[in-house]
């Protein structure tokens, strides 16, 4: 067998999320389909992993998945046939061929997450699928201050929703930004770290809109940081504002940047 790594996009908001459930359209499912279609659909059928899950409605620009193939196929081909066996809300962008130990998420070194946030009284029709609505006036000013507190190796209990499933809540953020994208009149997170909890990264956007609009001090993070009572972080932005924008890996061999 050989084994492929891909970087793909999705618009996420027809999709029950990334990982298959039954009953429900999701992402690894079309994939599946695909990569079993061109291995012609040999038994057991044959399984796609990706770098982590996405929920439903939220978007990916550069996620990684990789999968076994019988027989070895050039990287542009295995575009070409997957992008023709796809819908069209999902776009294989590169496939390359990796060492059979290679995993999309356990070797994942880093991701970066984008929130886009529009605002105005009424939701845009033209932007309701693709970007969070907040309808209240914020400081971008504020919200760059009270960010870098995410920054480091914390405890993000007070910052995941019920139903998560991980073992241990502290993750290692790396970079945070927000910036007022002026020609679009939206508000852009970025995110950058190690990992990331369920629903981790739309809690603490709406929790910074909750710092712009001024319905928390600057300093409100560390205070509910060190809480870890998620009563005290009560929002959670919409789905349809996330991008998976990039996932890079410790190997330069197995690196990929969106």
């Known amino acids: ?8 996009a999705y ?11 039954p009953g429900e359209r999701t992402v690894q499912q079309a994939l599946e389909r695909a990569v079993n279609k061109i291995a012609k659909k040999p038994q057991p059928p044959l399984m796609v992993f990706g770098s ?29 046939a997957l992008n023709s066996s796809l819908p069209l809300d999902v776009l294989v962008k590169e496939a ?29 029709p033209f932007k309701r699928n693709y970007t969070g609505h907040y309808k209240y006036p914020v400081d971008v000013e504020r919200m760059q201050t009270a960010a870098q507190d995410f920054v480091g190796e914390h ?10 499933q991980a073992t241990s809540n502290v993750r290692r953020i790396d970079e945070v930004t927000v910036v007022r994208d002026e020609e679009n009149d939206e508000v852009v997170f970025d995110f950058v770290g190690n990992g990331f909890l369920y629903n981790q990264v739309r809690i603490m956007v709406a929790f910074l809109l909750e710092i712009g609009n001024c319905r928390r001090p600057v300093d409100d993070v560390m205070r509910v940081m060190k809480a870890k009572n998620r009563d005290l972080a ?12 990039e996932v890079t890996y410790d190997s330069p061999a197995n690196s990929q940047n969106d």
């Not at 067998?1 to 793909?8: E, P, S």
């Not at 618009?11 to 459930?21: E, I, K, L, P, T």
């Not at 439903?56 to 070895?72: K, M, N």
């Open 155 to 164: 405890d993000f209990t007070s910052f995941v929703a019920s139903g998560s």
């Open 234 to 245: 009560r929002g959670t932005a919409p789905a349809s504002g996330l991008y998976l924008v």
């Open 52 to 80: 982590g899950r996405t929920d439903a409605g939220v978007h990916a620009l550069g996620q990684v998945a990789h999968f076994d193939l019988p027989y070895q196929i050039p990287g542009p081909s295995l575009v070409r």
């Open 96 to 124: 390359t061929e990796v060492a059979p130990d290679f995993h999309a998420r356990f070797d994942a070194h880093h991701k970066r997450y984008r929130y886009r946030v529009v605002g105005g009284e009424f939701t845009n």
């Open 11 to 21: 618009d996420g908001s027809n999709f029950a999320g990334f990982q298959v459930q």
């Open 1 to 8: 067998m050989h084994r492929y790594k891909i970087t793909f």
